[in-house]
């Protein structure tokens, strides 16, 4: 099949279509740039949420209630879920994953683990193309889920309209998130395990460092915190109207524009930058390993030996 | 004070020239490559230490300590300490910086703590830079510190020589650090707070994780799991002299070639790529933006709009 029945049968809504298309951005196959050149004017519409936060806050069945909800709506959901890249994890961990499974049997639901392949730049920029490709299928919603709290996985969430950080109590996150700088970037807060005895601590935790944070930028609008149970869905309803509300005040102000663009040209910007770093790569791979061995016997310093090659390339 | 005069001071041992060789590395001054080109043929000697791990694990106390018997041996120690970005974080949470306050008073003992400026591929090149300004000072040994497992984070610790993973018992840490990918960068585990009730099932937890990992790639040789307590230094000596015995190791085997090697090939790629990067970004915003705005309106994809620019540049 080549890349242009590929995207027609795509755009016709067949789910294999859309599978293979994904691989092929995840491989970083060279049909990607003219696949997603005829997919993007299709794409645009959905409501793009990011979900993040460290593991075992429970994510995924956050994730799993909120499909049924928007399933209700008959509404066609898309997930892409970041892992980072492990020999190990590769098909091992699969815990988060077994209590999405009952979506995976639905049609109007497409779920994509995406591997750190590549570069970090490449994740994502892998992960962002994935979902442009859900978009072009027709999902109404498109779910980024990353797992950690590194910040590779913090852009993946961050360049979705609707940022949700999900924390659990009695765990220290929200003392984790602050000091790994996921704090600014949420627009909702979720804490889940509201039945947990120290639910409303984590809460007041969240609430004083958003304090802090808000007399420093008194414009920005106040995060909603919402307190959910993953297990028996409490909580996901008012989650779900948080992100659509956040989403209807976002175009509202334009700044729903503002995100996109900017979204927009941070991928721009990343994918030049990970061309380069392909194109040196490839050179230094080519066997032009002269200029490297002078590095190593210090007779070059390793930034102008990249200033040189980037001058040739 | 010029770049010439700056190093010269830096070389002849005069910390505040250390100092603002250090800053300048961080705030990107166009002076960096002059200054690195002069330091770089001085440096190359020094034993290389990486310390990762999750927040809490007590990095800081096991580094504090080791410190301490470093210069007992009368040598010079450096330590680089990164920590994510964040307006909320920039001098708000020092809880672990105190405990290195004794050593900040020695003046044969460096620290600096680098903030995550400029993009991703900055944070590692960053601190590796910041590295050789100590080494070309003379500190004899370079202790680079990393809060939280992303792989932003991840890549500072891998480019030393020898990488010392720490977790704490009891929060589950080996399993955060097997998704997060930490684990197979380890050349030494450090269980700490080996005192909690639950240290020797995570102990085992963390041997099982690398007893499969070891039989997935059996020519690779087991770390050790080094069992420690930061607040009072039990173990500390036999990590120093696993970190030793690491290091004469790989300098027997050939090995240590292969990853100074692999790491200098690592900052000249990410090198030429952060300067794409910065150009693509330069160019959008000197108000080249009617290609942004033609991706904006869906009228060209974000690939194509990178390619063009890419040409351009």
Same mark, same amino acid.
């Given at each position: 099949?080549n890349?242009?029945?590929?995207t $027609?049968?795509?755009?016709?809504g067949?789910?294999r279509? +859309?599978?293979?298309?994904? =691989? ?11 696949i997603?050149s ?10 793009s949420v ?7 806050a429970?994510?995924s069945s956050?994730?799993?209630?909120l ?7 008959d509404?066609?959901v ?5 892992d980072? =890249?492990s020999?190990?994890?590769?098909g091992a ?8 499974v009952d979506?995976?049997?639905d049609k109007?639901?497409?779920? %994509?683990?995406m ?14 193309l ?5 978009e072009?299928?027709g999902?109404? /919603?498109?779910?980024?889920? !990353? ?9 993946v969430?961050s360049?979705?309209? !609707?940022?949700?950080?999900c +924390?659990?109590p ?8 602050l000091?790994?700088g /996921? ?5 909702i807060?979720?804490?889940?395990k509201?039945?947990?005895p120290?639910?409303?601590e984590?809460k007041?935790?969240? %609430?004083s ?16 915190i919402?307190?959910t149970?993953g297990? !028996?869905? $409490? ?6 109207e948080?992100?659509?509300?956040h989403?209807?005040? +976002?175009e509202k102000?334009g700044? +729903?524009?503002?995100?996109q663009?900017? =979204?927009?040209?941070e991928f721009v910007?990343s994918?030049a ?9 490839e ?10 061995e %002078?590095v ?9 030996? =990249? ?5 040739e390339?």
């Amino acid at each position: 099949m080549n890349g242009n029945e590929l995207t $027609e049968r795509l755009l016709s809504g067949d789910r294999r279509a +859309l599978a293979r298309v994904i =691989s092929k951005i995840e491989d970083e196959d060279p049909q990607t740039p003219d696949i997603i050149s005829e997919l993007y004017q299709h794409t645009g519409a959905a409501l793009s949420v990011g979900f993040t936060g460290p593991p075992g806050a429970g994510k995924s069945s956050i994730i799993a209630k909120l499909i049924e909800l928007f399933r209700e709506e008959d509404k066609k959901v898309g997930v892409v879920s970041v892992d980072p =890249s492990s020999p190990f994890t590769k098909g091992a961990i699969l815990g988060d994953r077994i209590r999405l499974v009952d979506h995976f049997l639905d049609k109007n639901v497409f779920i %994509r683990s995406m591997g750190n392949r590549g570069h970090l730049g490449g994740l994502a920029g892998g992960s962002r193309l994935a979902g442009l490709a859900m978009e072009a299928y027709g999902t109404d /919603v498109v779910i980024y889920e !990353t797992m950690g709290v590194g910040q590779g996985e913090v852009e993946v969430a961050s360049a979705a309209d !609707t940022v949700v950080l999900c +924390l659990q109590p009695g765990a220290g996150d929200a003392v984790q998130a602050l000091k790994a700088g /996921v704090m600014e970037i949420a627009d909702i807060f979720c804490i889940n395990k509201s039945d947990h005895p120290q639910a409303n601590e984590a809460k007041a935790e969240v %609430r004083s460092t958003l304090e802090i944070g808000h007399e420093l930028d008194p414009d920005a609008p106040m995060p909603s915190i919402i307190m959910t149970r993953g297990d !028996t869905g $409490e909580g996901i309803e008012e989650l779900k109207e948080k992100i659509e509300e956040h989403r209807a005040s +976002l175009e509202k102000s334009g700044e +729903l524009e503002k995100r996109q663009r900017a =979204s927009q040209r941070e991928f721009v910007v990343s994918w030049a930058a990970n061309k380069m770093q392909n194109k040196v790569q490839e050179r230094l791979q080519r066997g032009d390993t002269k200029i490297m061995e %002078r590095v190593y016997k210090r007779e070059l310093d390793p930034i102008s030996a =990249s200033e040189k090659i980037f001058e040739e390339i």
